[in-house]
């Protein structure tokens, strides 16, 4: 039977996520340091998510856009799941594998917690099914105990079905429309103007875009807020093909997308600056992040070198950004119990942690993720039947 076979890839996007993906490593590790967003090193790097948001929003309108007529809501699932639910999974196991060596004062229900509850956990968590405070074993209720950043994939998957039940369906006039309208709740959270009257008075509501993990209240506003204008303005630069060209692109690019969440915080920590780092972020996400997929999207690499860089880093984009949160506990872990030690041995601790996390996502790369992957493919969705063509 007919097999949808894959378009050829835009590798300085693929490059692109790969840089995101180490700003967000970095911005976990420093985390652990920081004493709250306001002194937080890397001080933007939760913009990261903004920006796959972008990326993904171009990388499914071109990937699928031109294909309806061959393929149906069934088989861009299956597609859809193949490329992403294998890591997810992945990422998965290897919190709950870890998860009572990150004992100590700040997760305090972990030495609380029956190993059976992890098991639940962890198997809901593959389902993709968020938990609420109920079902904590860390203290800090988050929707996904044992990998915390897979709420930003639950929202991806949302985001997939809306394209494929409502967005594809849209003219190209229409898709802007519904940008223009995401692009001012974005401008009302970034700048703190409250237009719906749901935001709690705290640091984490004023002048940030951090957040977004949870279920309830606040936090579904700051989720669904983040990823609707990022994933329409990926859509619609795929739709509309205005690309940008750029000699040396995937440099210029990469320079913006570190720079852009390693800028110190914007204004001071009263709470009347707030505004200014919300400002930045906004112009972040509306301006900064679509101008950096469409001169991807527009450039071409022109040495050997730049290219083998883009599909290693494009190759474990994904992977790292995935697996490497429960990391990051065991390094919270270690530093709560070990805060007197001197600055060279967490410099130490943090540097190889950054390390393993990219080994440990290379190797589940090679490993796991490509082969379970290429299985699916050749006994999955190779035996989905596509619609035949018209012309």
């Given at each position: 039977?007919?097999?949808?076979?894959?378009?050829?890839?835009?590798?300085?996007?693929?490059?692109?996520?790969?840089?995101?993906?180490?700003?967000?490593?970095?911005?976990?590790?420093?985390?652990?340091?920081?004493?709250?967003?306001?002194?937080?090193?890397?001080?933007?790097?939760?913009?990261?998510?903004?920006?796959?948001?972008?990326?993904?929003?171009?990388?499914v309108g071109y990937a699928y856009d031109d294909r309806w007529?061959?393929?149906?809501?069934?088989?861009?699932?299956?597609?859809?799941?193949?490329?992403?639910?294998?890591?997810?999974?992945?990422?998965?196991?290897?919190?709950?594998?870890?998860?009572?060596?990150?004992?100590?004062?700040?997760?305090?229900?972990?030495?609380?917690?029956?190993?059976?509850?992890?098991?639940?956990?962890?198997?809901?968590?593959?389902?993709?099914?968020?938990?609420?405070?109920?079902?904590?074993?860390?203290?800090?209720?988050?929707?996904?105990?044992?990998?915390?950043?897979?709420?930003?994939?639950?929202?991806?998957?949302?985001?997939?079905?809306?394209?494929?039940?409502?967005?594809?369906?849209?003219?190209?006039?229409?898709?802007?429309?519904?940008?223009?309208?995401?692009?001012?709740?974005?401008?009302?959270?970034?700048?703190?103007?409250?237009?719906?009257?749901?935001?709690?008075?705290?640091?984490?509501?004023?002048?940030?875009?951090?957040?977004?993990?949870g279920i309830e209240g606040w936090q579904l506003h700051v989720?669904?807020?983040?990823?609707?204008?990022?994933?329409?303005?990926?859509?619609?630069?795929?739709?509309?093909?205005?690309?940008?060209?750029?000699?040396?692109?995937?440099?210029?690019?990469?320079?913006?997308?570190?720079?852009?969440?390693?800028?110190?915080?914007?204004?001071?920590?009263?709470?009347?600056?707030?505004?200014?780092?919300?400002?930045?972020?906004?112009?972040?996400?509306?301006?900064?992040?679509?101008?950096?997929?469409?001169?991807?999207?527009?450039?071409?690499?022109?040495?050997?070198?730049?290219?083998?860089?883009?599909?290693?880093?494009?190759?474990?984009?994904?992977?790292?950004?995935?697996?490497?949160?429960?990391?990051?506990?065991?390094?919270?872990?270690?530093?709560?119990?070990?805060?007197?030690?001197?600055?060279?041995?967490?410099?130490?601790?943090?540097?190889?942690?950054?390390?393993?996390?990219?080994?440990?996502?290379?190797?589940?790369?090679?490993?796991?993720?490509?082969?379970?992957?290429?299985?699916?493919?050749?006994?999955?969705?190779?035996?989905?039947?596509?619609?035949?063509?018209?012309?």
């Amino acid at each position: 039977m007919a097999y949808l076979e894959s378009k050829p890839r835009y590798e300085i996007l693929d490059g692109l996520r790969g840089v995101a993906a180490m700003m967000v490593v970095a911005f976990h590790l420093f985390e652990t340091y920081s004493g709250g967003p306001v002194g937080q090193i890397i001080n933007h790097g939760y913009l990261a998510v903004d920006f796959f948001f972008v990326l993904s929003g171009f990388v499914v309108g071109y990937a699928y856009d031109d294909r309806w007529d061959r393929m149906t809501l069934g088989d861009f699932f299956k597609r859809r799941l193949t490329r992403l639910h294998p890591m997810l999974i992945a990422g998965g196991l290897f919190g709950l594998l870890l998860f009572y060596l990150g004992d100590c004062e700040a997760f305090p229900l972990i030495n609380q917690t029956p190993w059976w509850k992890i098991v639940v956990l962890f198997l809901i968590g593959c389902t993709m099914i968020p938990v609420g405070a109920n079902m904590d074993v860390r203290g800090w209720q988050e929707t996904y105990p044992l990998n915390g950043p897979q709420w930003s994939l639950m929202l991806e998957y949302c985001a997939n079905v809306v394209y494929a039940l409502v967005l594809r369906r849209l003219p190209r006039v229409a898709l802007v429309v519904l940008m223009v309208i995401a692009a001012i709740f974005t401008i009302d959270l970034g700048l703190g103007l409250n237009l719906l009257g749901d935001r709690p008075e705290n640091i984490y509501s004023s002048g940030t875009f951090i957040g977004g993990w949870g279920i309830e209240g606040w936090q579904l506003h700051v989720a669904i807020v983040r990823v609707c204008f990022p994933f329409l303005a990926g859509l619609v630069i795929a739709r509309y093909r205005k690309f940008i060209t750029v000699k040396g692109g995937f440099w210029w690019c990469a320079v913006l997308v570190a720079l852009t969440q390693a800028l110190p915080r914007i204004g001071g920590p009263e709470t009347a600056n707030f505004w200014q780092n919300g400002l930045y972020e906004t112009m972040c996400i509306l301006v900064v992040f679509p101008l950096v997929v469409a001169m991807g999207a527009g450039s071409n690499i022109t040495d050997a070198k730049s290219q083998k860089l883009c599909k290693f880093l494009g190759d474990i984009s994904y992977p790292i950004y995935i697996t490497h949160y429960p990391l990051i506990y065991l390094q919270m872990s270690w530093v709560g119990s070990h805060a007197d030690m001197p600055t060279s041995a967490h410099i130490a601790v943090s540097v190889s942690l950054f390390v393993l996390a990219i080994f440990i996502a290379y190797a589940l790369l090679k490993l796991y993720d490509e082969p379970t992957r290429n299985w699916l493919k050749e006994h999955w969705l190779k035996a989905t039947k596509i619609k035949p063509t018209n012309c």
